[in-house]
């Protein structure tokens, strides 16, 4: 299975800020998926990053507000662009590529907008 | 569109208890489905993977089954311990590599 590497672990940022969160994979993938996990709740699919192309957003999500890279098959990053409380969640990162265990996840980062 | 239930929200038991976590989706054309632990503020850790051609899969004191005609999965862990409190997330994936749709988790607390 994949090794993702994510980073920040964790932030706390000011309203209006903007953050990038990197993922690095160690291996080649064609799809990584941004996902958002608001307390409380379950996680929600923000958009779907291919290499070489747009990433495609799901509902509710714009480009302007999450902007995504996806430079090589290896790495990808999220941008939470001009942050308001309501941005306070984790945001994780994972490869469209089944293992024996299955899909595989970053370990996450927890924002904080204050 | 997909849609994942997850029974119940919340559990919890003594330790020693073996206990059942149920997940349920609305479209049987799954290409698989898979069970994820979550410690507060975590990441995911995956437990079991079962493709749609399977009808279970096992690994230590956990068991996850698949009836997918049915459009049911259920979690079984054996003997729980005071470490397997978390939240407990079923997602299922409708082609290969495809995106995950996850159901909203069941927090289980493990009693000492």
């Known amino acids: 299975s994949a090794v993702i590497s994510q980073k920040p672990s964790r932030d706390i940022c000011q309203r209006g800020t903007s953050l990038t969160i990197q993922c690095q994979v160690d291996?080649?993938?064609?799809?990584m998926f941004w996902y958002r996990q608001q307390p409380g709740q379950s996680l929600t699919l923000i958009a779907t990053a291919n290499q070489g192309s747009e990433a495609t957003y799901e509902s509710g999500f714009v480009i302007d507000k999450f902007p995504i890279s996806r430079p090589n098959l290896t790495f990808s990053t999220l941008t939470v662009s001009n942050m308001s409380p309501e941005d306070s969640s984790i945001y994780l990162c994972?490869?469209?590529?089944?293992?024996?265990?299955?899909?595989?996840f970053g370990s996450g980062t927890r924002l904080t907008v204050v | 569109k997909q849609e994942v239930t997850q029974i119940p929200a919340a559990l919890s038991v003594p330790e020693g208890e073996n206990l059942v976590l149920n997940c349920s989706f609305t479209d049987s054309a799954i290409y698989n489905l898979q069970w994820f632990r979550q410690d507060p503020g975590k990441g995911l850790t995956s437990l079991l993977l079962?493709?749609?051609?399977?009808r279970e899969q096992t690994s230590g004191r956990l068991n996850a089954s698949l009836d997918k005609s049915s459009g049911r999965s259920t979690l079984y862990i054996a003997a729980s311990q005071p470490g397997d409190s978390a939240t407990y997330l079923c997602a299922v994936g409708e082609t290969s590599g495809s995106r995950l749709t996850f159901g909203e988790g069941t927090q289980l607390t493990v009693n000492p």
């Open positions: 994972s490869v469209g590529r089944t293992g024996p265990k299955g899909y595989t």
């Open positions: 079962i493709q749609s051609s399977q």
């Open positions: 291996s080649q993938v064609t799809m």
